[in-house]
């Protein structure tokens, strides 16, 4: 009997984006899995298991083997720093890194202090450049700090720049490009490499069809 492969990814614009790459691929996934408000979802016909999880929790699960394989940004892939095999560069959700801050302004001369989510990238990002700061970890509305004079600037995800437009931020820096990748657990990649290669296979493949305008994701 084939092994079940359990898939963790996060709701929201990679779910929906990675389900249309999926199902391109030749997958066949039901239409009320778009809907479902279930956590653990089963499709039975293709011996697959999906976890929906935070962002930042599907490197974890997979680490951790209650995953085999997970769809996860680059972001978090970056800033978490699991022991998980990154496969494949799934060129969905494309956002990146930014740093921003209110506009016409200079960071203060003595420890700038810096909100994001990303402690890791940031800190790692200002020492890169040379400077001392001071990280502050929110977990949500980066947004916020500058306006309240809680930091000098934030380090966090811009996909069309919208959010720091209406909160009348500007961009100041380009940290880095994210995409969505394949990770897996590598206990995992031993164990079912077959099935675990043959997944990679068809993705790549529908990924250079819509790459190279042949197919496209529907």
Request: hydrophobic content about 40%; proline content about 4%; overall charge negative.
């Amino acid at each position: 009997m084939t092994k079940t492969l359990t898939i963790a990814m996060p709701k929201g614009r990679i779910f929906d984006e990675a389900v249309q790459l999926l199902r391109a691929a030749g997958y066949s996934l039901p239409p009320e899995f778009d809907d479902s408000r279930k956590l653990i979802l089963e499709v039975e016909e293709e011996n697959f298991r999906f976890i929906l999880a935070k962002p930042m929790d599907v490197a974890t699960y997979v680490e951790y083997g209650v995953a085999d394989i997970g769809i996860a940004g680059k972001d978090v892939l970056l800033e978490e720093e699991r022991d998980v095999y990154e496969l494949l560069d799934l060129m969905i959700s494309d956002c990146y890194l930014a740093v921003a801050g209110l506009p016409n302004t200079e960071m203060s001369a003595v420890a700038p202090k810096i909100a994001t989510k990303y402690p890791g990238i940031a800190a790692a990002y200002f020492r890169e450049q040379g400077e001392q700061v001071e990280i502050i970890k929110l977990n949500g509305s980066i947004e916020l700090a500058p306006l309240i004079g809680l930091a000098d600037r934030i380090v966090d995800i811009v996909s069309s720049g919208r959010t720091l437009k209406e909160n009348g931020l500007v961009e100041y820096e380009r940290i880095q490009d994210i995409t969505s990748r394949l990770i897996v657990n590598p206990v995992s990649y031993r164990m079912y490499d077959d099935r675990i290669q043959e997944l990679v296979e068809r993705l790549s493949q529908t990924l250079s069809k819509a790459e190279t305008g042949i197919g496209k994701l529907s």
